[in-house]
């Protein structure tokens, strides 16, 4: 059975750099025809779409957070990794990874982390 | 980017209710929209994909439909399980979600 898990510091600094790792189990990130991506939640804006990428190698990101945003994949590990830099408040969220069907649905999350931005 | 707007934001009903939810794109989407449902602490959990297929699991008393700009989402009868939020998302261009209806125990 496919889980998707998060892990992370829940707490950040202002102007400092937010990471993020998603370890998959019951599917391997490299045999699948799969996307992997990330969303976070918050009570002001919703759900939003931050990236998704494939192992080969295509990312795509959201446009509204692009220059800050960063994702790898290590297929070693089966995990797949954010990084957002120069974090404010506003970046305060729920931060799920998931899997992104060929239809391009998100079928399958992890149970979400929250990050907190604040001194 | 392509703005998701859904009605209404709250729907108050009663189990056995028929209840529909419209989500409307501020341009063609063509059929790539999906349906969530998001109980609190939880992730989100798909319902429907491309507009109106079913994904494996979910009970049939979930229903998708349209095309273009304008979709819904109805649930035949609603059942004890089903007081939770309801999200639309697009996936014609950058990925983006509605802002969620809120279906609650009337």
């Known amino acids: 059975q496919l889980q998707l898990q998060e892990s992370g510091p829940g707490l950040v600094k202002p102007s400092e750099t937010l990471s993020l790792t998603c370890t998959v189990s019951?599917?391997?990130?490299?045999?699948?025809?799969?996307?992997w991506g990330w969303i976070r939640q918050t009570p002001g804006k919703g759900l939003e779409w931050i990236a998704t990428?494939?192992?080969?190698?295509?990312?795509y990101y959201n446009p509204s957070l692009k220059s800050r945003i960063t994702v790898s994949v290590d297929t070693s590990k089966n995990q797949f990794s954010l990084k957002l830099t120069t974090v404010t408040a506003a970046d305060t969220a729920v931060y799920y990874c998931a899997r992104r069907d060929t239809s391009a649905f998100f079928d399958s999350w992890g149970q979400g982390i929250l990050v907190t931005v604040s001194s | 980017d392509i703005q998701l707007t859904q009605s209404p934001s709250t729907l108050s009903a009663s189990v056995g209710d028929r209840v529909t939810i419209t989500c409307r794109a501020s341009q063609s989407i063509n059929h790539w929209l999906a349906w969530y449902q998001q109980k609190p602490g939880k992730a989100p959990k798909v319902l429907i994909y491309?507009?109106?297929s079913l994904q494996n699991g979910v009970p049939s008393r979930f229903s998708g439909s349209g095309s273009g700009t304008e979709f819904t989402l109805t649930i035949s009868s609603l059942q004890p399980d089903d007081f939770a939020t309801y999200y639309c998302q697009q996936s014609n261009g950058y990925l983006t979600f509605g802002q969620g209806t809120k279906v609650e125990i009337k």
């Open positions: 990428m494939y192992y080969g190698g295509s990312t």
């Open positions: 491309k507009a109106s």
């Open positions: 019951g599917d391997s990130i490299s045999s699948s025809s799969y996307h």
